[in-house]
């Protein structure tokens, strides 16, 4: 199973980066890496976080965590998990 992060998710990601970067690369760096590990480690334990709360008839496999402040939400299929999006926790939550 591989972890592939959508391009939505990727632009996301970036727009995180820059906006920390503003105040500190260091920090910004950091957060990210952190991200990418956490989804990184995904394919050992897909099932390791809750099943996504704002996913409208979600069967289980829409996930969510949060990290840093950020919500990382990822969709498990039978060959890959793949990262739909990254969404900072103060904003409003997306029923999707």
Do not use: C
């Not at 990418?36 to 289980?60: E, F, R, V, W």
């Not at 900072?88 to 999707?96: F, N, V």
């Amino acid at each position: 199973m591989v972890v592939v992060w959508s391009r939505r998710a990727k632009t996301e990601l970036q727009k995180a980066f820059d906006y920390i970067k503003q105040d500190s690369f260091q920090n910004a760096e950091k957060v990210v890496v952190e991200i990418i590990d956490a989804t990184i480690s995904l394919p050992l334990h897909p099932l390791k976080y809750n099943p996504d709360k704002y996913k409208k008839n979600n069967n289980g496999d829409w996930r969510s965590f949060e990290l840093h402040k950020y919500r990382i939400t990822y969709r498990i299929t039978q060959d890959q998990i793949r990262i739909v999006r990254l969404r900072h926790t103060s904003r409003t939550p997306l029923d999707y």
